[in-house]
């Protein structure tokens, strides 16, 4: 088994199909982005010297030439590091270390900056797509497939980190195959008619979707600006039809502002999956109103690759259900590959509408941390993988996440979920973002604050934000301060610092 097959399989009975393009430009074809991957691959082995199993990282933005670097890394035996290029030189040089990479691809010209960090990563070799010399890689003698086990890792994925160094995921060959069928029945019926648009760094999740669609064939375009821009994202729906993508919840905003702003036609849209982050019933009831029904949501973490649980299209469609609220707010049912239980301290399975820690297990589930045993054995213990997250199921088999564990605030011994707090500040008109932590109380333990971004030119006073909560949420819920900012700190991938924000009163003056 090696992923590289599916680009094999595809090239073999569709060769002349477009696979790859920047933007509207000419399409790479699948007969031809085969051939460069399996020369890519002989040069990797013979040119670079590079053994079945060596490391090779990838960090640059995304670009057309992405998938063929992928291909190229998996035809030859070897395994992806593909690493967000929005971080931190640091923590490159930590990925690069910790991941013992024997070849690092980037973007650009060699900078002072790459000199640094690769000075620390002993025997790296780099290489850069934009150096005219990069082509003579795929001018090489193509190999064939180098034979992988299912269980060989392919894919080492660095978690956002969030807190703490950023860990290595070791993703095996069965992992991304058992993600990629069942995307399928779960996401969406991915068809050969269809353009997936990366919007989101393909370093991660949006880059793994990339299987599904190979496998049918279908168009993989890269946007001309790298990134995620609505207007493009909607030229090219329009050029291309039939266009799926993976977006963050932030993204999904900024695509429904734009299309309610300006009136665009969205039709050119198949699907977006949303996910990665906690979506708010208020903005989904809008994206639906917005968009129409072409939302899936997915749940997913490193450690099981975009596949815990799926909110379908038709269950968000399904307005008139008496549980269409409750089903809106969750996180969907279960991957069909994998079995998803709410567990108590124990790893016991608790009964419907408990609250206690996502646990799962199945063929998408890491073999554990690069190199990190102690990390491996508290994740990935009694046979399940212990996500972190706090949720509930519904007697429907539901899961309704609530926060990651470490997020629960404690307060006179009751447990607080911020996000309940949060959905109920944000239906305010003057808040436009808000996040709900807990801060040392020598009365309470913890004690509830929020801190808010006004929308411009908007403030509320606290009294009617007080009022707010005591209409929708016990009295012991509501914050008892409320700390406007500019901007909530976010990493890479838009998701909210709250490590961040109790360094407010943890080292004053940070903020
Ligand atoms: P990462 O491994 O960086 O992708 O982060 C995974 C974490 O993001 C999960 O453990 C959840 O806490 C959160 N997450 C992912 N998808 C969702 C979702 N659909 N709704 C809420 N939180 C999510």
């Not at 497939?145 to 070791?170: I, N």
């Not at 990665?276 to 029904?293: H, N, T």
């Not at 709900?436 to 509320?460: K, Q, Y």
Request: aromatic fraction near 8%.
């Amino acid at each position: 088994m090696n992923l590289a097959h599916l680009l094999a399989r595809t090239a073999r009975v569709c060769p002349e199909r477009p696979a790859v393009a920047l933007g509207e430009g000419e399409s790479v074809s699948y007969g031809e982005l085969f051939r460069r991957a399996a020369a890519t691959a002989g040069c990797l082995r013979s040119a670079l010297g590079l053994r079945t199993g060596d490391r090779v990282a990838l960090f640059m933005a995304n670009r057309p030439r992405y998938l063929e670097l992928l291909y190229g890394i998996w035809h030859a035996g070897l395994v992806a590091v593909p690493i967000n290029n929005k971080l931190h030189a640091r923590e490159v040089a930590f990925i690069l270390e910790n991941s013992a990479a024997s070849l690092l691809f980037v973007a650009g010209d060699p900078n002072d900056d790459w000199r640094l960090w690769c000075a620390s990563a002993a025997g790296l070799r780099i290489i850069s797509v934009d150096d005219p010399e990069s082509l003579r890689l795929t001018s090489g003698e193509p190999i064939a497939v180098v034979p992988r086990a299912p269980e060989d890792l392919a894919w080492l994925f660095y978690t956002s980190g969030t807190t703490g160094q950023p860990k290595g995921v070791m993703l095996s060959q069965r992992n991304l195959l058992a993600m990629t069928l069942a995307y399928f029945p779960d996401v969406d019926q991915a068809t050969p008619a269809d353009s997936i648009v990366y919007a989101a760094p393909m370093s991660h999740g949006a880059g793994m979707y990339n299987f599904a669609h190979v496998l049918v064939g279908a168009r993989h375009v890269v946007p001309a600006s790298g990134g995620f821009d609505p207007h493009e994202i909607l030229s090219l729906a329009r050029r291309f039809g039939q266009v799926s993508l993976f977006a963050a919840p932030t993204m999904v905003r900024r695509l429904v502002d734009h299309v309610a702003d300006h009136g665009a036609d969205c039709s050119g849209i198949k699907t977006i999956v949303y996910g990665g982050g906690p979506m708010y019933i208020e903005d989904i009831r809008r994206a639906l109103d917005v968009l129409g029904d072409r939302l899936v949501q997915i749940y997913g973490q490193g450690e099981s690759p975009m596949t815990i649980t799926a909110l379908a299209r038709r269950h968000l469609a399904d307005r008139a259900h008496p549980r269409y609220r409750e089903r809106i707010a969750s996180v969907g049912v279960a991957h069909s590959v994998v079995e998803v239980v709410v567990a108590d301290a124990d790893d016991q399975a608790l009964p419907a509408e408990e609250i206690g820690e996502v646990l799962v297990r199945g063929d998408t589930v890491m073999a554990g941390y690069w190199r990190n045993p102690e990390a491996t054995a508290a994740t990935l213990r009694n046979d399940w993988l212990h996500t972190g997250d706090l949720g509930s199921l519904d007697a429907d088999g539901f899961l309704t996440l609530r926060d990651r564990s470490k997020d629960v605030i404690i307060s006179g011994g009751a447990n607080i979920y911020p996000r309940e707090v949060e959905e109920v500040l944000l239906r305010h008109a003057a808040v436009a973002e808000v996040s709900v932590v807990g801060r040392p109380s020598a009365e309470w333990g913890e004690e509830v604050v929020a801190f808010v971004v006004w929308r411009p030119g908007l403030c509320a006073p606290i009294a009617e934000l007080d009022r707010l909560c005591l209409g929708s949420i016990a009295r012991f819920k509501r914050p008892r301060d409320y700390i406007p900012v500019a901007a909530l700190p976010k990493n890479n991938y838009g998701k909210v610092l709250k490590t961040a924000l109790r360094r407010h009163w943890t080292q004053p003056g940070e903020n």
